[in-house]
């Protein structure tokens, strides 16, 4: 993080040339550290290593973003080909929304815009993920907060990988490009749907579904409203909650099944990672994933798992990734509940409360206790957010 943090400061220019360099420096610091057990040589490794992920990341910005025009946000109408890389979904607006893998977008002149990038992109009609696109769309910049306290477009989509909004004129659809685990996640949806159409509620429905699938789009303004200023709104993101649940699942449909533990375990790392594709890579998923999949891979090995590296892992990956999420909301808040969750409850959970009657303490006291010892320690640390 102070890696990151140093090479925003940074000019990114200088340090082109020698990426590579630094990197594979970064790497030998960590193989050395690795067989020393050196904290500070493996301090510096990481600090260098998040110099270099910063860098080169604004250097690619910076390149691509002084090929374009600078003179307004919205690029000339040109034809573009594309994949999608989620399934378009209902904004309420009559637009759909998703994600798609832009291969070329050509100005109405010729001129080439955009190669191999990601962009969050507008339809007039729904897609599904994995469809070839061809078309004619208008190429957004991403714009960045013009008052103070105001919403930045511009940091949201660099902390997403995202390079622009694509508005969408007219669209081809071409074949989709079907994988079995698309085949499975289609099979998945439609059962979902099925479930779903069994609440007859609209606001339920559209409370469970944001719930299981991170569809969330369906919620009434009325409903977001009311979580938000309950300060619930948390209950209904996916996380390391979903993936308990899911885990649990599999444990208990193997509880008669006469198989060694290491199958379950197996079978419970695919799933997660299956789940990840299914509702795509959510911060607060892919965190506790991570997280989960190294703890549970340590039993595999019949190693201790330490919930704290393993955070820590996921922390690191994710930032090789989007190195920029180190300042997203997002990002702070999930790995900041995470944390205080495993520093701070432990120490909170060995206060107790007694009333002085055994009954009322072990089905009141105690449980409502515990709830609010949770709490409390993930809101340590995540209050100082908050605030800021």
């Keep these: 993080m102070l890696g990151i943090a140093t090479g925003c400061l940074l000019p990114p220019a200088p340090f082109l040339s020698f990426y590579h360099s630094i990197f594979i420096a970064a790497m030998?610091?960590?193989?050395?550290?690795?067989?020393?057990?050196?904290?500070?040589v493996r301090f510096?490794?990481?600090?260098?290593?998040?110099?270099?992920?910063?860098?080169?990341?604004?250097?690619?910005?910076t390149a691509f973003y002084a090929a374009l025009p600078q003179d307004g946000a919205i690029l000339d109408k040109g034809c573009f080909g594309a994949q999608a890389l989620t399934g378009a979904v209902a904004t309420g607006k009559g637009h759909y929304a998703g994600v798609v893998h832009i291969d070329t977008l050509r100005a109405g002149d010729g001129r080439l815009i955009v190669v191999n990038k990601d962009a969050k992109a507008?339809?007039?009609?729904?897609?599904?993920?994995?469809?070839?696109?061809?078309?004619?769309a208008l190429f957004l910049l991403p714009q960045a907060c013009r008052n103070p306290g105001g919403f930045n477009e511009f940091a949201l989509m660099r902390a997403n990988r995202l390079w622009g909004t694509l508005m969408v004129d007219s669209l081809a659809t071409g074949a989709l490009e079907i994988t079995i685990l698309d085949k499975i996640n289609t099979a998945v949806r439609k059962a979902e749907a099925a479930a779903?159409?069994?609440?007859?509620?609209?606001?339920?429905?559209?409370?469970?579904?944001?719930?299981?699938?991170?569809?969330?789009?369906?919620?009434?303004?009325?409903?977001?409203?009311?979580?938000?200023?309950?300060?619930i709104y948390h209950l209904i993101a996916i996380s390391g909650f979903n993936l308990a649940v899911l885990i649990g699942f599999v444990f208990a449909i193997f509880l008669p099944v006469p198989v060694g533990?290491?199958?379950?375990?197996?079978?419970?790392?695919?799933?997660?990672?299956?789940?990840?594709?299914?509702?795509?890579?959510?911060?607060?998923?892919?965190?506790?994933?991570?997280?989960?999949?190294?703890?549970?891979?340590?039993?595999?090995f019949q190693r201790k798992n330490y919930a704290l590296n393993a955070l820590g892992i996921a922390g690191i990956l994710w930032l090789c990734f989007a190195p920029l999420s180190l300042f997203n909301p997002s990002y702070q808040l999930s790995f900041a509940a995470t944390f205080g969750?495993?520093?701070?409850?432990?120490?909170?959970?060995?206060?107790?409360?007694?009333?002085?009657?055994?009954?009322?303490?072990?089905?009141?006291?105690?449980?409502?206790?515990?709830?609010?010892?949770?709490?409390?320690?993930?809101?340590?640390?995540?209050?100082?957010?908050?605030?800021?």
């Design 28 to 40: 030998v610091l960590l193989i050395v550290a690795g067989i020393f057990f050196s904290h500070p």
């Design 44 to 61: 510096g490794s990481f600090f260098i290593l998040g110099i270099v992920c910063i860098l080169q990341t604004e250097a690619r910005e």
């Design 122 to 136: 507008l339809f007039c009609s729904k897609v599904q993920a994995g469809m070839r696109i061809t078309g004619t």
């Design 196 to 231: 779903l159409d069994c609440v007859k509620n609209n606001e339920y429905r559209a409370i469970l579904q944001a719930s299981v699938s991170g569809e969330n789009t369906l919620l009434s303004a009325p409903t977001r409203t009311l979580l938000i200023n309950a300060g």
């Design 261 to 300: 533990r290491n199958v379950k375990v197996i079978v419970s790392i695919a799933l997660v990672w299956w789940y990840v594709s299914f509702t795509g890579p959510i911060p607060s998923l892919v965190r506790a994933a991570i997280m989960t999949t190294i703890m549970l891979a340590a039993t595999l």
């Design 341 to 388: 969750l495993i520093a701070f409850y432990p120490v909170i959970g060995k206060w107790s409360l007694s009333s002085k009657c055994a009954p009322v303490d072990r089905f009141v006291v105690t449980p409502l206790w515990a709830a609010l010892t949770v709490s409390l320690a993930a809101f340590i640390l995540t209050a100082p957010i908050l605030v800021y």
